[in-house]
């Protein structure tokens, strides 16, 4: 038992000389199971060291521009140092579509107006060729975008109205076209009168009426003694048109002793003279358009107590006045400039003229003024 103790102590006497007084200058021998984290280098650098780390700097944007705003930029590193100063970025372009034929380009961002719309460009074709008694069809197609539109072209003759065939109250013409001969409709009536009663006057307030110092209505016809006139305004009668006067008209034997009896007057020379466009001279049994004397080409035979038509197409254009009667011309006459010919600062139609020593008791029926279009 002595020797088992006596061999413990021993054991650790010896344990203790090998821990204590061994070699000092030997080294502990590394443990291999230690990892490349745990061991020094020399080679990695302290990132609190200053000179340990290298600035990468990149351009950031910092603002985002837009169409109306500049925008900012600058240049950082990923560990937040920052070189110079900000810069601009340029404006954003605007959000728009392209103008077109009926839209403006506006930036839908901003709602700037970029562009005008261009507005159609139509070029005009004939798809179907009007005739003078079936409708055509042309055809407006724009250039830009291709937007048509169709119009139906009304079917219709070509009259020439400087050729105008004349009959009693009527007037007509021959297509340029197809050769057909028609009588103008009553488009635009301007004074009508059946001579029915006085009330038929109401019915033309553009027109003043200057009654004679008597009337009598009969059978549907008028007998005056002494002159009738129209009186209107400037605005009644259309410039640079034609119209067509028609009248019937009847002279009696009751007074007529004046030889150049003034039948009818659309105009005066100005002042108070009238030039009268119809006369009648019992000496010789005419009726003219000449102021003295006659002769066949502008006179046609009449008697007293027979009605007649006179029919006058006025062109105030060319201030001209063609007379027929009964539908047989006696020619034209020059009258002065429809706008400017006034008697006493008045435009009028007259009828007989009151002034003649012993005038006639004449009838009057079926008037009208109307202009030919």
Not at 81 to 94: D, I, R, T, Y
Not at 235 to 246: A, C, H, Q
Not at 347 to 368: C, H, I, Q
Request: glycine share 6%; proline share 4%.
């Amino acid at each position: 038992m002595k020797k088992l103790l006596i061999c413990v102590l021993v054991l650790i006497v010896a344990l203790a000389v090998v821990a204590c007084g061994g070699d000092d200058t030997q080294k502990p021998t590394p443990d291999v199971t230690q990892g490349p984290e745990n061991t020094p280098d020399s080679d990695v650098k302290d990132p609190d060291d200053d000179g340990a780390h290298t600035h990468d700097f990149k351009e950031v944007v910092t603002l985002e521009p837009t169409c109306t705003s500049l925008g900012k930029k600058e240049k950082k590193c990923s560990c937040g140092a920052v070189e110079g100063n900000e810069m601009p970025l340029p404006f954003a372009p605007h959000n728009a579509k392209e103008a077109t034929c009926t839209e403006d380009s506006v930036c839908a961002t901003c709602g700037k107006v970029l562009t005008e719309k261009y507005g159609h460009l139509f070029v005009d074709s004939v798809v179907t060729e009007a005739t003078c008694t079936v409708d055509g069809l042309a055809r407006s197609t724009c250039h830009r975008c291709g937007t048509s539109t169709d119009t139906v072209v009304a079917a219709g003759h070509t009259y020439d109205l400087t050729k105008l065939t004349v009959s009693k109250g009527s007037a007509g013409s021959t297509c340029t076209k197809c050769g057909q001969t028609v009588t103008f409709a009553e488009k635009q009536t301007i004074l009508k009168l059946d001579f029915d009663s006085e009330a038929e006057f109401a019915n033309y307030p553009a027109f003043t009426v200057e009654k004679p110092s008597e009337m009598k209505y009969e059978n549907s016809t008028l007998q005056t003694n002494g002159a009738l006139w129209f009186k209107y305004g400037a605005d009644v009668i259309p410039s640079n048109s034609k119209l067509l006067v028609s009248f019937d008209f009847k002279l009696t034997t009751a007074g007529l002793t004046h030889r150049g009896e003034s039948i009818f007057s659309f105009t005066s020379r100005g002042g108070n003279s009238y030039a009268w466009i119809v006369k009648y001279y019992q000496a010789d049994g005419v009726l003219s358009t000449q102021d003295s004397g006659h002769n066949a080409s502008n006179s046609v035979p009449a008697t007293l107590n027979k009605w007649y038509n006179c029919t006058a197409i006025l062109d105030t254009a060319t201030n001209t006045v063609s007379v027929y009667i009964d539908g047989v011309s006696i020619g034209s006459k020059t009258v002065h400039n429809h706008n400017d010919a006034k008697y006493n600062n008045n435009f009028e139609l007259r009828f007989f003229d009151v002034k003649s020593n012993g005038v006639s008791m004449p009838y009057y029926d079926n008037f009208k003024l109307v202009e030919i279009k």
